[in-house]
């Protein structure tokens, strides 16, 4: 269980990354937060994000055409 939600679907490169980044902020270092979205595109974006910013991609899986990820806070 993520300790914060963002639910991104329906939205296109970029927003689900900048809306991730914008919760990101506000969280504490150790803290997870869990993002769906509907970009296919995202899954490529939130990798290079991950590594961008030295935030962990813990997770990422598609279900149904929807695309969950869990990030830990660096």
Partial sequence: MADQELDA????????????????NGMTSGKTLRIVATDPGSVKDFQAFAKQTGN???????????????LKKG
């Fill in 9 to 24: 679907r329906g939205l296109n490169c970029p927003l689900p990354i900048l809306r991730a980044k914008k919760a990101l």
């Fill in 56 to 70: 962990q991609l813990l997770e990422s899986g598609e279900t149904g055409g929807e695309y969950t990820f869990i």
